[in-house]
């Protein structure tokens, strides 16, 4: 089975420290993608990845940057936590040239405090 | 740029009925996909249907079939007997099937919250 693990489930931070969140795919996919779910907002795209080293910006990428060293390996990295980053957070992959398959993770959910 | 609209925040529906959730998009392009995912309150989001633009026949997997409208722009799913399992947020989701960077992600509506009443 395709596997999108996200290292941690539930995160409480302070506002101001430095946040990662990590993402590991196991299918060997080139495209990788960090998405944030608000209520009433749906999921909106933060930043992805095609390919190792290489990385776009989504719709909302401010306050965010991401690392993509591994190919398997996707980070989101909160510079300084801020209270309206409290969210949840959505990892997803797939391969470059599949049409309909794009896999994700369970979710990691972030209160800053 | 790509827009999905659900214009149904919620709905009700009596467990065994069917249902309709809608979707409507907004694109100038020629070749897209179109998605629906659901997605339970321990977060993670379940693929249920496809459906390319070019594709002919409406998509159906299972109890789930989509409504493609390609005219109208809608592509909505369509829950028949529903199961009290089925209660969830439900999204609708669509990216472009050309090659390149842009091309790659989903883009998604708002959701719908569906809760299926015994």
């Known amino acids: 089975d395709v596997k999108v693990t996200q290292s941690s489930r539930y995160l409480v931070k302070r506002t101001g420290e430095k946040v990662f969140l990590e993402c590991v795919q196991d299918m060997d996919h080139e495209n990788m993608f960090w998405y944030r779910q608000d209520p009433g907002l749906g999921l909106r795209l933060i930043y992805f990845?095609?390919?190792?080293?290489?990385?776009e910006k989504g719709d909302i990428p401010e306050g965010y940057s991401v690392s993509r060293e591994k190919k398997e390996r996707f980070s989101l990295i909160l510079e300084s936590a801020s209270t309206n980053q409290t969210s949840m957070y959505l990892c997803a992959s797939s391969f470059v040239s599949s049409g309909n398959t794009i896999y994700f993770g369970e979710g990691s959910w972030l209160t800053v405090v | 740029a790509q827009k999905i609209t659900q214009t149904q925040p919620g709905m009700f529906v009596q467990e065994k009925e069917a249902v309709t959730l809608d979707c409507t998009y907004d694109?100038?392009?020629?070749?897209?996909?179109l998605f629906w995912y659901k997605q339970p309150s321990s977060g993670e989001m379940i693929f249920l249907i496809y459906q390319g633009s070019y594709d002919e026949q409406n998509a159906t997997e299972g109890r789930y079939s989509l409504n493609f409208q390609k005219a109208r722009k809608s592509a909505n799913l369509v829950i028949s007997a529903s199961q009290l399992g089925d209660s969830a947020m439900y999204f609708c989701?669509?990216?472009?099937?050309?090659?390149?960077?842009?091309?790659?992600?989903?883009?998604f509506g708002k959701g719908t919250k569906l809760s299926v009443i015994p």
């Open positions: 989701a669509m990216r472009y099937l050309y090659s390149g960077a842009g091309s790659y992600q989903l883009t």
């Open positions: 694109t100038s392009d020629q070749s897209y996909g």
């Open positions: 990845s095609y390919d190792v080293k290489m990385k």
